[in-house]
C-alpha cells in the first residue's frame, strides 16, 4: 500500500507545484515508509509515498510512460492473468509491477479496465495526450481518496491531513455532515465532515478534463453482476470454500512474506486455515488480547494456533494502552469514532511491523455479506412479528436475540425491550431499513452540540439523501439484501475499511487485504437465499457449516462475540475522567472550538463520579468516545505534524516541461 497526492491546474500559474506536493507527500510517509517520488508538469504535479510490495526494484511511483504518468495506491491481484491478456494485445512490459498492468490495461480497454481488477485502489492516472486526469476507487473504498478545491486548483490525497499542508487551508467541520456521521458512523455518498472535502466514491471513476467539475461514472454496484439460480445449499458450501480459498491464492500474491490476523473468531480462522493450506509453509500470525477479560478472547486464538502451527505473536491491551494511545489514533483516522477499537489494531499494526512483516490477511467484511451483524437478526425478527403485530408469541424472540445479554432473557427487562422494539414494528421496513435502530440509538448526540448549530435529526431529509444513492434495483431486493447494502456502504466503507482498517494498519505502513471483498465472492452470496447466511438467528450459517469439522468445534460452534475494546473503563479511573478527558473536553477546549455545548458536556461528565463505568450503557459510552474523539480530530487539523521526506529514499523526480501540442519525454528531466 502506498500513499499518493496530486495537484491539478488548468492553464494557471502552477507556481510552487514542487513544493506543495512535496509537502503533501511528507505527509502520507508512513503509508510508505520504502521509498517516495514526485513528478510535476505543466498541469499536474503527482506525488507518491511507497509500501514495496510487488517489484520492489522496478515500480517505483510516480511511474512515467509515454502517454501516462501514475500515482496508485493498492494491489490488483489478478495482474498476472491480465498482464498476459494484455501481452496477446501486443502490449509490452518493462517492469514486473501490477503498476504498469494498470496502465497498460487503461490504455487499452480504457474505463472498462476497472471492471476487469480484482482488487483494492485509488489512483491518480494523467493522461498526457488528452490533458486529463483519471481518478478511481476500488468497489466497496477499501483504499481512500480525497478531494477539495482550494485557490484554484484540485488538490488529492489519500488522506485528509495533507490539505492541512496548504498555505492558508483551514480543515473545518461542517456541524451537520458532523451529526449525520453521528447517526450513520459514516456521512453519506462524496461528503465528509470536513468542508470543502469529499470523497471519490467506491467503484466510480471521476474525470477531469477542465476547471469545471468532473464527469463521474459509476463501474460498479452491488448486486450488478447478473448470476445463476441460486445453488443447492450443500453446493453452496463448496462453491464458498472455493471462492474464499481462490481469494485467499491471489492475496497471498506478494514479494514479501505475508502474515495473518487472528482474532479467535470464524471469519479469520476459516482464512488462517486457508493459508495455511495454499502458503503450505510456516506463517506469522498476529493477535490483540486484553486484560480485562471481557473482551478478551486469546483461548479461541491460541486454540487456531495450536491447529495451524503458526508462529505467533500478540500484543496485550489494557486501560492505558487505551488511553495512552488515543491521541496518535486519532490523528490517523481523521475524523471522530465511536468506540476505542481501533486503538488496538493500530498498536497491532505496530506489532507486525516490528516482526518484519508488511502483508497481513484479515476477515473484514464477512459480516456484511454472510449477515453477521445484529442488525439483520433485528430486522428479520421485526419482519416476522409485524406480520402480526398483536401477537403475543412472535415478540417472544426478543429473549433469543442476545443470548450472551442476561438483561434480554430478563423478565423485568423483556418488557421494556418488547416495547422499544414495537416502536420499529412500522418504519423496520422504510427506505432505511436497518439503519432505523442504530439511528434511534443516536439521535441522542444531537443534544450534545452547541446550540448555535441548531443541529437537529430530520427522518425525512436522512431518507430523501439515502435514497438518491440507492442503486438500480434496491427496491426489488429483500429486506436482509437492501440491509447489506446499507451497511456496506456506511459502516463498512466509512468505519471498518477506514478507521479499523486502512487508516490503523498504513498508521504503521502495513497493508490489510481483505479475501471477502473478493467481488466475484461478494457478488455470488448476494445471490443467494437469505437463509443461506441467516439461518433462524444463526449468522453466518452457511459459513459455519462450510468449514464446520474443517476448524475446530469450539470456534464454528460458539456465539459471536463482537470485536471490542474497553471505553469508559479507559478513560475513566475511580469516578475521574483521565488526563486526556480532562484537557480535550475542558471548557476552556470546549469553549475554543464550539462543536459541542459547554453545559451539556460538563454534566455529562459529572454523573461518572456517581456511577461505575461498568454500570454504563452503550448510550452513554458511545456519546463520550464521539466527543472526546471529535475534539482530538479538530485538535490535529489545527496543529497538524510538521513531517519531512527522507532524501536517501526519493526514487523517482521528474520534471516534464512540455509546449502546447508536445506530449513527448523530449524536454522530461530527472533530477
Not at 478531494?147 to 485528509?160: D, H, I, L, N, P
Not at 510456516?282 to 495450536?306: L, P
Not at 452470496?525 to 453466518?540: C, H, I, M, R, V
Request: charged letters at 25%.
Amino acid at each position: 500500500m502506498c500513499g499518493i497526492s496530486g495537484i491539478l491546474r488548468f492553464n494557471g500559474d502552477v507556481g510552487d507545484f514542487r513544493t506543495r506536493i512535496t509537502k503533501m507527500t511528507a505527509s502520507l510517509a508512513h503509508r510508505g515508509p520504502d521509498a517516495w517520488g514526485i513528478y510535476t508538469g505543466r498541469d499536474i504535479a503527482l506525488g507518491h509515498a511507497r509500501l514495496s510490495i510487488v517489484d520492489i526494484a522496478a515500480g517505483h511511483q510516480p511511474m512515467d510512460t509515454s502517454e501516462f504518468v501514475i500515482s496508485y495506491n493498492g494491489e490488483v491481484y489478478n495482474y498476472i492473468e491480465l498482464r498476459e491478456e494484455l501481452e496477446k494485445e501486443g502490449m509490452v512490459f518493462t517492469t514486473r509491477s501490477d503498476t504498469e498492468v494498470v496502465i497498460k490495461a487503461y490504455q487499452a480497454w480504457g474505463e472498462n479496465a476497472f471492471p476487469k481488477f480484482n482488487g483494492q485502489f485509488a489512483l491518480l492516472l494523467w493522461d498526457k495526450k488528452n490533458r486529463r486526469l483519471i481518478a478511481a476507487r476500488d468497489r466497496y473504498g477499501v483504499r481512500p481518496l480525497f478531494v477539495t478545491r482550494w485557490q484554484g486548483a484540485w488538490y488529492f490525497a489519500s488522506e485528509m491531513k495533507a490539505f492541512d499542508s496548504l498555505p492558508g487551508f483551514s480543515r473545518d467541520y461542517d456541524i451537520q455532515h458532523l451529526f449525520e456521521h453521528g447517526l450513520l458512523w459514516n456521512t453519506i455518498g462524496s461528503d465528509t465532515v470536513y468542508k470543502g472535502i469529499r470523497t471519490v466514491e467506491p467503484g466510480t471513476v471521476e474525470i477531469y478534463v477542465n476547471e469545471a467539475q468532473p464527469s463521474v461514472h459509476r463501474y460498479y454496484s452491488l448486486g450488478c453482476m447478473p448470476q445463476d439460480p441460486p445453488v443447492s445449499f450443500a453446493e453452496a458450501q463448496e462453491e464458498l470454500r472455493d471462492m474464499l480459498r481462490d481469494a485467499v491464492r491471489l492475496r497471498l500474491r506478494s514479494d514479501v512474506p505475508v502474515g495473518m490476523y487472528l482474532s479467535g473468531g470464524i471469519d479469520s480462522s476459516v482464512l488462517a486455515l486457508l493459508t495455511s493450506q495454499v502458503m503450505k509453509e510456516r506463517f506469522k500470525s498476529f493477535s490483540v488480547t486484553f486484560g480485562d477479560s471481557d473482551f478478551d478472547e486469546s483461548a479461541y486464538q491460541n486454540e487456531m494456533v495450536a491447529f495451524i502451527k503458526s508462529e505467533h505473536h500478540a500484543t496485550r491491551i489494557d486501560y492505558d494502552s487505551i488511553s495512552d494511545n488515543f491521541l496518535e489514533t486519532i490523528r490517523h483516522t481523521e475524523r471522530p469514532l465511536f468506540r476505542t477499537a481501533p486503538v488496538p489494531l493500530f498498536l497491532l499494526s505496530e506489532l507486525v511491523r516490528e516482526n518484519n512483516i508488511k502483508v497481513v490477511i484479515t476477515g473484514e467484511a464477512s459480516d456484511e455479506i454472510l449477515f453477521g451483524y445484529d442488525s439483520y437478526k433485528e430486522l428479520k425478527m421485526l419482519q416476522f412479528w409485524a406480520r402480526s403485530p398483536r401477537s403475543a408469541i412472535r415478540p417472544l424472540l426478543i429473549k433469543r436475540l442476545y443470548p450472551h445479554l442476561r438483561h434480554y432473557a430478563d423478565a423485568k427487562a423483556y418488557g421494556l425491550m418488547k416495547l422499544y422494539y414495537e416502536d420499529f414494528l412500522d418504519s423496520h421496513a422504510n427506505a432505511l431499513v436497518g439503519l432505523n435502530i442504530r439511528i434511534r440509538n443516536n439521535t441522542a448526540l444531537a443534544s450534545a452540540f452547541n446550540k448555535e448549530h441548531a443541529v437537529k435529526y430530520s427522518q425525512d431529509d436522512l431518507i430523501g439523501k439515502m435514497t438518491a444513492t440507492y442503486p438500480a434495483g434496491f427496491g426489488d431486493w429483500t429486506l436482509l439484501q437492501q440491509n447489506q447494502h446499507l451497511e456496506m456502504a456506511t459502516l463498512l466503507d466509512g468505519y471498518l475499511l477506514s478507521s479499523q482498517g486502512d487508516r490503523m494498519s498504513l498508521g504503521h505502513g502495513i497493508e490489510g487485504r481483505f479475501p471477502y471483498l473478493d467481488h466475484r465472492l461478494v457478488e455470488r452470496t448476494f445471490s443467494w437465499p437469505d437463509a443461506y447466511k441467516l439461518n433462524g438467528f444463526s449468522q453466518k450459517h452457511i459459513l459455519r457449516s462450510a468449514f464446520r469439522g474443517r476448524i475446530p468445534d469450539s470456534i464454528t460452534d460458539r456465539a459471536k462475540l463482537p470485536y471490542q475494546a474497553p471505553d469508559l473503563r479507559a478513560f475513566i479511573r475511580n469516578g475521574e475522567p483521565v488526563p486526556l478527558v480532562r484537557q480535550h473536553l475542558s471548557p476552556e477546549r470546549i469553549r475554543e472550538y464550539g462543536i459541542f455545548d459547554e453545559r451539556y458536556v460538563a454534566r455529562f461528565l459529572r454523573r461518572f463520579s456517581e456511577r461505575p463505568p461498568d454500570k454504563v450503557g452503550y448510550r452513554d459510552n458511545m456519546t463520550l468516545v464521539f466527543m472526546l474523539s471529535a475534539q482530538i480530530a479538530r485538535y490535529w487539523a489545527k496543529n497538524p505534524l510538521q513531517t519531512s521526506l527522507d532524501e536517501r529514499l526519493r526514487t523517482v523526480d521528474i520534471t516534464q516541461q512540455d509546449t502546447e501540442g508536445d506530449h513527448g519525454d523530449a524536454h522530461r528531466q530527472r533530477h
